[in-house]
């Protein structure tokens, strides 16, 4: 099976590592991983600030980018969504819109790829902390990928698992909005963060980065202890404690 791996922006900069684990887990269970070099931001920041054929150009180069690939796997829930928002950006633009789905079609979240795609939910991954998950609102509500990070989490040896209170409340993140709305977002945050506290994790687990970027920005300032960590790391964890 062919994957191309699309990388998303945070990750390529901030969380290097993460890509470097889907790439392995992925080769683990046979897939043949590409990296397309030409690849982009998606042109999600463009799209929800209301630049729509800003969005189009970027848009059309990913397309174009990934026309050969089997599959797209991105560890990026959000980000993925925003692929699948290339068909309504191009409603009018039926030549595009007929390749945008043909992208939309073959595009996933990386739980989302190992569960509903190669059907597998034991990664044979040891992790032997407190864990808690923290649902993105991108991938949760519109993606509508719900049940694959639980369940892969749930077989992890070692995991010790508990339900994040509130777990469907944004973490104040929302791209763009985190930079309009500071001291809303930052209250949202906040209030994640005591939620997380709450359940007693030594770990935050999600499948976004944005999100972790947001959450760990936030934690680390005020000064809490607990991890943040992608899934991709959880799940490529072979070694007692890390």
């Known amino acids: 099976m062919k994957v191309s791996l699309f990388i998303t922006c945070l990750a390529d900069v901030f969380y290097p590592q993460v890509g470097k684990d889907v790439v392995e887990i992925l080769e683990r269970y046979g897939c043949e991983v590409d990296f397309p070099t030409a690849q982009t931001c998606c042109g999600q920041p463009a799209y929800n600030s209301g630049y729509h054929q ?13 026309l050969e690939a089997d599959y797209v796997v991105s560890p990026s829930g959000s980000c993925v969504l925003m692929v699948h928002e290339y068909v309504h950006l191009f409603q009018d633009e039926e030549d595009w819109r007929i390749k945008a789905q043909k992208l939309a079609d073959k595009t996933y ?8 795609v190669l059907q597998i939910q034991d990664v044979g991954a040891n992790f032997p902390e407190k864990v808690t998950y923290h649902c993105s609102c991108h991938m949760t509500r519109l993606l509508g990928v719900k049940e694959a990070p639980i369940k892969l989490l749930e077989q992890v040896q070692g995991l010790e698992f508990v339900e994040l209170p509130n ?3 944004c973490c104040g993140f929302g791209g763009t909005f985190s930079v309009k709305m500071v001291p809303i ?5 906040d209030e994640k963060i005591s ?9 935050l ?3 976004d980065c944005g999100c972790l970027m947001n959450i760990a920005g936030r934690k680390d300032r005020i000064g809490k202890q607990f991890k943040v960590m992608h899934i991709a790391q959880i799940l ?4 007692s404690g890390e």
Request: overall charge negative; hydrophobic content about 35%.
């Open 109 to 116: 979240e990386f739980t989302q790829f190992l569960h509903d």
């Open 236 to 239: 490529n964890s072979t070694k």
């Open 54 to 66: 800003n969005t189009k150009a970027v848009a059309k180069h990913m397309i174009n980018t990934f």
């Open 195 to 203: 939620h997380i506290e709450e359940t007693g994790a030594d770990v």
């Open 167 to 169: 777990k469907e409340i």
């Open 205 to 207: 687990v999600g499948s």
């Open 185 to 189: 977002s930052e209250q949202m945050v």
